[in-house]
């Protein structure tokens, strides 16, 4: 069981990315699968989930921000980021609960 997130980047206040995480071992579709994220200083916490059928869950920190989404085709899970702030700076990672599961870790830094 392996997690790769991606997509992490410098961007500007009020900017957009969209993170991924390509699961290797086991179906994104079948699992529940979460985004956290830890900023410097702080504990890793909650951003966004995303269960094996379908139903979302966000910080209220994210919330209408934020949207987590999954391709079964090609068995990855993204978090598309808009409007966002300097306090969304830090690195994201992925997890699957199931399998107690981490990625690695993608740095997303906002910041003018």
């Known amino acids: 069981v392996h997690l790769v997130e991606s997509g992490g980047d410098l961007v500007q206040p009020g900017g957009s990315l969209r993170l991924s995480c390509a699961p290797s071992?086991?179906?994104?579709?079948?699992?529940?699968m979460r985004w956290y994220r830890q900023a410097p200083g702080k504990e890793r916490e909650f951003v966004a989930g995303?269960?094996?059928?379908?139903?979302?869950s966000y910080a209220n920190s994210v919330k209408g921000r934020f949207t987590i989404s999954r391709d079964n085709a090609k068995n990855v899970v993204y978090l598309q980021m808009n409007s966002l702030k300097s306090e969304d700076t830090a690195v994201y990672y992925c997890?699957?609960?199931?399998?107690?599961?981490w990625g690695q870790g993608t740095q997303v830094t906002v910041s003018s």
């Open positions: 995303i269960s094996s059928i379908g139903i979302t």
């Open positions: 997890y699957a609960p199931s399998f107690n599961s």
């Open positions: 071992g086991f179906s994104a579709s079948s699992n529940t």
